[in-house]
């Protein structure tokens, strides 16, 4: 399947992961990475130690970031134009549907992405996990882990690996209930 994908990664600020800390856009078309995109997000809320140490964000970080409605404006047009794409991407669509609907923000009521931890686990059966930093040694994929902008160009990077091994994505697309905040049906259903 040929056409525009929007790979994403968010961090989370707390274990309630509602609110984004920061996030990392990779567009794809063709069989290259064509723009990128990445802000640090005010989160409005606390942040957990946890969170802070696995992603190095801190209150003070984000303290002159946009929040998420004025980071909106910048990326629903990103978001909007093409097939959105991350790797354990329901974890991903579920902060994007929970801070559209915490900060009362319609865009759609649903969203068609694909995973590419799913997509590797099918296609790459022989690695023993389908992390993102695992695939990424396999691949070969430079990773600063848990920094959104470079998850989210891994997740491109991956993405373009399955597409010139001749993957199709059109099995792995299901679509995301961003009201209910669940995967609703896989593609052709």
Not at 136 to 149: F, K, P, R, T
Request: glycine share 6%; proline share 6%.
């Amino acid at each position: 399947m040929t056409g525009r994908y929007i790979a994403f990664d968010v961090e989370t600020p707390n274990y309630r992961n509602d609110r984004m800390s920061a996030i990392g856009v990779s567009v794809v078309e063709g069989d290259e990475i064509v723009d990128e995109f990445y802000s640090l997000v005010d989160p409005e809320t606390r942040f957990d130690r946890f969170n802070v140490q696995l992603t190095g964000i801190t209150p003070e970080a984000v303290a002159d970031a946009p929040n998420f409605p004025e980071l909106w404006h910048e990326l629903e047009p990103i978001m909007e134009s093409g097939l959105l794409v991350a790797h354990n991407a329901p974890f991903d669509m579920s902060v994007l549907g929970r801070c559209l609907l915490d900060y009362g923000i319609s865009w759609r009521p649903t969203a068609r992405y694909a995973c590419t931890c799913q997509m590797g686990r099918r296609l790459m059966p022989e690695l023993p996990n389908h992390k993102l930093n695992t695939m990424c040694d396999y691949l070969g994929v430079e990773l600063d882990h848990h920094h959104a902008g470079s998850d989210s160009r891994a997740c491109a990077e991956i993405l373009l690996h399955y597409l010139s091994d001749g993957a199709d994505v059109r099995p792995f697309i299901r679509t995301y209930d961003l009201r209910r905040l669940c995967t609703v049906k896989k593609y052709g259903t």
